[in-house]
């Protein structure tokens, strides 16, 4: 059963930093990409940025700069650097794992919560 854990959100002061971190277990496939995504209230779930298993990046243009994906030192893991926060960044942020290129997200995290204060 596959398993994605997110953790590093809460509540900080516009300006400031956080970073998430996601890890996937009961992997038995090739991943071909994770990603972070969030849901602010009355709005739909967007893309926020995306890591494919070789490395390729997507970032969307509100946070290109701010926040970078990456990674992590663990198989199946991947972390978000989020800098420069803005109130407009508060959401619930939920970590992805997308199988296939040409397929949608196949599961998702609980998500984690992300407050920026003004």
């Known amino acids: 059963q596959v398993q994605l854990v997110e953790s590093g959100g809460g509540l900080v002061q516009a300006g400031g930093s956080l970073r998430l971190s996601c890890a996937a277990s009961?992997?038995?496939?090739?991943?071909?990409?994770m990603g972070w995504y969030r849901q602010a209230p009355g709005k739909q779930r967007e893309l926020v940025a995306a890591?494919?298993?070789?490395?390729?990046?997507n970032v969307v243009d509100s946070v290109k700069g701010r926040f970078t994906i990456s990674r992590g030192n663990a198989k199946n893991t991947v972390n978000l650097q989020m800098n420069s926060l803005k109130p407009e960044d508060s959401a619930v942020y939920y970590c992805?794992?997308?199988?296939?290129?040409?397929?949608?997200?196949?599961?998702w995290g609980l998500g984690t919560q992300v407050t920026v204060s003004s």
């Open positions: 009961g992997i038995t496939f090739n991943i071909h990409a």
């Open positions: 890591i494919t298993s070789g490395g390729i990046t």
């Open positions: 992805s794992v997308q199988r296939l290129p040409w397929r949608s997200v196949d599961y």
